[in-house]
């Protein structure tokens, strides 16, 4: 299984109890949900790093908390998912 990490200096703090855990802040300050493939999961229990897992929990790709953008994280998600699809 491939792993991809994405790593920056600064990391953003876990988000308080009234933020959505599925909303990142994209490249321009914007804040847009993360649109997924069925199953899988955005993992921020670690609050430096979002970890992207597939449906049977598995983790396909980590991501600085600070760093991450929605598209960077749909990307790996939908390569993810073609490549599972492929092989299956």
Same mark, same amino acid.
């Given at each position: #299984?491939? #792993?991809? /990490?994405?790593? @920056?200096?600064? @990391?953003?703090?876990?988000? =308080?109890?009234?933020?959505?855990? #599925? /909303? *990142?802040? =994209? =490249? +321009? &300050?914007?804040?847009?949900? !993360?649109? *997924?493939?069925? &199953?899988?999961? @955005? ?5 430096? !790093? ?6 049977? %929990? +598995? ?7 600070? &760093?991450?953008? %929605? $598209?960077?994280? $749909? /990307? $790996? ?5 073609? $490549? ?5």
């Amino acid at each position: #299984m491939l #792993m991809r /990490r994405r790593h @920056l200096a600064h @990391l953003l703090p876990k988000p =308080g109890p009234d933020e959505n855990p #599925m /909303r *990142l802040i =994209g =490249g +321009t &300050g914007a804040f847009r949900e !993360v649109r *997924l493939p069925s &199953g899988y999961t @955005l993992d921020r229990s670690d609050p430096d !790093v979002l970890v992207l897992r597939c449906p049977h %929990a +598995t983790a396909v790709a980590r991501f600085s908390a600070r &760093g991450a953008t %929605a $598209e960077a994280i $749909e /990307r $790996e998600a939908r390569t993810h998912y073609r $490549e599972r699809n492929r092989s299956a």
